[in-house]
C-alpha cells in the first residue's frame, strides 16, 4: 500500500514538470533577465510573465540562482566557433566578424554585461558560466591554436590563456562597454592588430624556450 501511494506521487509529480512549461519559463527568465538584469530579477516576475503560478518555478527550482544555472547548463548561451579557414589570419577574422555580430545582438548587450559581473563574486552562479560558457570558449580559442601550430604558425608553447584574452576581450570590450560601432573596417584592424600581437608572443615564446633546448643539446 506504502508503495503505491509513494509510485502515484511520484508520477503526478512528473506529470506536472511538463517540457513546454519548463522552456515557457526560460523564455521569460530571458526576457526578464534582459529587461531588469539579474540583481532586480524575481521569480514572481518570471512566473508572471509565463503565466504560471510561482509553485511552478519552486517544483523546478530552489530560486532563481538555481533556475539561470539550469538554463545556462541545459541550454547553453552560444558562443563562436570557427571551422578551418585555411590560416590563422583568416580563422581570427572570422571568429571576430562573427563575434561583433553575436555580441551585437539586442539580447546579448543586456545579458552578457549582467551575468559576466556575476563572475567576480564567489556564487554558484560564477562557478556555473566558468566551467560552461567560458569553457566552451576557451575550448574553441583552442581550436584555431592548434590549427596554428599545426600550420607553423604559431609556436607550440604559446600561452592560450594569453591568445584567449587578445580575442575576446577587446570586441567584448568594444560593444558591451564604450559601446562603439564594430563594421568590416574595425574588424579588418582588430585583426591586424590581433595578428601582430599573436606573432609577437609566439616570437617570445620562442625566444623563452630557445636557451633550454640549446642547453640540451650541448649536454647530451
Known amino acids: 500500500m506504502g508503495e503505491s501511494v509513494t509510485l502515484e506521487k511520484k508520477v503526478r ?3 506536472m514538470l511538463q517540457p513546454e512549461t519548463t522552456k515557457a519559463i526560460w523564455r521569460s527568465a530571458i526576457i526578464e533577465l534582459a ?3 539579474y540583481a532586480r530579477l524575481s521569480m514572481e516576475m518570471i512566473a508572471k510573465r509565463a503565466g504560471v503560478g510561482k509553485a ?3 517544483r523546478r527550482w530552489s530560486g532563481k540562482e538555481d533556475m539561470i544555472i539550469a538554463m545556462i547548463q541545459e541550454i ?3 558562443i563562436v566557433s570557427v571551422d578551418d579557414q585555411g590560416s590563422l589570419e583568416k580563422d581570427i577574422r572570422r571568429y571576430l566578424s562573427d563575434a561583433a555580430q553575436l555580441l551585437s545582438r539586442p539580447l546579448s548587450t543586456r545579458i552578457l554585461p549582467d551575468l559576466y559581473a556575476e563572475m567576480s563574486r564567489d556564487t554558484l552562479l560564477s562557478a556555473a558560466i566558468r566551467s560552461t560558457v567560458q569553457q ?3 575550448e574553441s580559442v583552442a581550436q584555431i591554436v592548434d590549427r596554428a601550430v599545426e600550420r ?3 609556436q607550440p608553447k604559446i600561452n592560450r590563456e594569453t591568445v584567449f584574452d587578445l ?3 577587446p570586441m567584448y570590450w568594444r560593444i558591451l562597454v564604450t559601446r562603439q560601432p564594430t563594421g568590416d573596417d574595425f574588424v579588418d584592424e582588430l585583426t591586424v592588430g590581433t ?3 599573436l606573432k609577437a608572443l609566439s616570437q617570445q615564446t620562442h625566444r623563452a624556450i630557445e636557451p633550454y633546448a640549446k642547453r640540451s643539446r650541448t649536454t647530451r
Open 56 to 58: 511552478a518555478l519552486y
Open 76 to 78: 547553453g548561451l552560444e
Open 167 to 169: 580575442l575576446a576581450g
Open 35 to 37: 529587461r531588469v538584469g
Open 152 to 154: 607553423g604558425e604559431l
Open 136 to 138: 566552451r570558449k576557451r
Open 195 to 197: 595578428m601582430n600581437a
Open 13 to 15: 509529480g512528473a506529470a
